[in-house]
């Protein structure tokens, strides 16, 4: 059973930068993805960045250039550094994972992390 859990988030200054940490365990498949996305008030979750098991990253066209997505080999981890936050970045973060290849759709994930807050003031 897939289990991720985030951390790293915080409240940061526009301009400023944080990682994103999501810790994963249980993971059996292969090939796999693993995702951010993010999530604000009154709006539908989307995609901040995907990394496929063969290494393949992609970005949302709004973070392409701040938003930096990683795996260790291990496939127990995945981070996100996000650089030159600005207030439309403020949102829940959430980690997921499923198994192929990288779905468009966030409803097409299997598993999910309970999320972690950054809020850019």
């Known amino acids: 059973h897939v289990q991720l859990v985030e951390s790293g988030g915080g409240s940061v200054q526009a301009g400023g930068s944080l990682r994103l940490f999501c810790a994963a365990s249980g993971n059996t498949y292969w090939p796999y993805c693993m995702a951010w996305f993010r999530q604000s008030p009154g709006k539908e979750r989307e995609v901040v960045a995907k990394s496929n098991s063969d290494g393949h990253t992609s970005y949302a066209d709004d973070v392409r250039g701040r938003a930096t997505i990683s795996q260790d080999n291990a496939r127990n981890s995945l981070t996100l550094q996000m650089n030159s936050l600005k207030p439309e970045d403020t949102a829940m973060y959430y980690c997921?994972?499923?198994?192929?290849?990288?779905?468009?759709?966030?409803?097409?994930?299997?598993?999910w992390g309970q999320g972690t807050q950054v809020t850019v003031s």
């Open positions: 997921a994972l499923t198994g192929g290849y990288c779905p468009s759709r966030w409803t097409e994930y299997s598993f």
